[in-house]
């Protein structure tokens, strides 16, 4: 079993982040999957963790990338 499982997010210009499991479901909800950036979610986060603990470290992990320049 891997030791994280990756989800999809969209970042909005107020910080915002809409998550999704695919490209596929976000392009259906009306988001160009080409903006979206693929993000590993600790498995046990993802098992025991709350929606608002994701956000918060799929966040953490967009503005991390976006300082170092890898998003």
Not at 10 to 39: I, M, N, T
Request: charged share 25%.
């Amino acid at each position: 079993m891997a030791d994280t499982t990756a989800l999809y997010a969209f970042r909005f210009p107020d910080g915002s982040v809409s998550l999704y499991v695919d490209e596929h479901y976000a392009q259906d909800r009306g988001v160009d999957p080409s903006k979206l950036v693929r993000v590993e979610i600790p498995r046990e986060m993802f098992i025991r963790g709350t929606i608002q603990d994701v956000r918060e470290y799929v966040a953490l992990q967009l503005e991390q990338q976006q300082q170092t320049g890898t998003a």
